[in-house]
């Protein structure tokens, strides 16, 4: 049976002042197996949200708050990618995590991204939680907000876009 591995590129983080980058940024390019026209695929980006708040609480931290601004910024990158065919922070034609926090407006003082490309939400998460950049984007207390996007790009060919903002 044909399985997706998990892409789970670099986390990139703002903070006052300062940006960092756990790994160079790049853009891979992808070839769909199973292809099919992107579909939002809202049940799952439920359930990842609620991942999220769980394993922010198994360490003791408050629940972060849906943002349909963030949510908004998530789909735009996830619908970007599977349009395009290619999966990174920064898009083929170098626009960053930072850029197009910029473009679109939102200027905080906290800004992370959690990206994965997976076959279903329970291996994205999973990715998600052993991976330490990821998993640090998840359980840091600096975010209060969180916006998600799932994005089907062909059968268990899915991007999920995690946006964390305080």
């Known amino acids: 049976m044909y399985r997706v591995v998990a892409f789970v590129v670099a ?17 891979i390019q992808l070839a769909y197996v ?4 992107p579909q939002v695929v809202s049940s799952e980006a439920r359930t990842l949200f609620g991942d999220v708040n769980a394993a922010r ?12 601004t963030l949510s908004q910024f998530a789909l ?4 970007q990618m599977a349009q395009r065919r ?9 626009v960053t995590f930072q850029d197009r926090l910029r473009a679109a407006g939102l200027h905080t003082r906290f800004a992370a991204e959690n990206m994965a490309f997976d ?25 209060h907000k969180l916006g998600i ?9 899915v991007f999920y876009v995690e946006e964390f903002a305080d």
């Open 34 to 37: 199973r292809p099919h026209r």
């Open 119 to 143: 076959q279903d939400e329970s291996h994205a998460n999973q990715a998600f939680l052993h991976s330490p950049g990821h998993y640090a984007n998840i359980v840091d207390a600096h975010p």
């Open 76 to 79: 735009q990158v996830a619908e």
């Open 86 to 94: 290619y999966f990174g922070h920064t898009d083929p034609n170098g």
């Open 57 to 68: 609480a198994q360490r003791g931290l408050p629940p972060l708050v849906q943002d349909e």
């Open 149 to 157: 996007a799932v994005v089907a790009a062909g059968d268990g060919e």
């Open 11 to 27: 986390l990139v983080t703002l903070l006052p002042l300062a940006v960092t980058a756990s790994a160079e940024e790049e853009c």
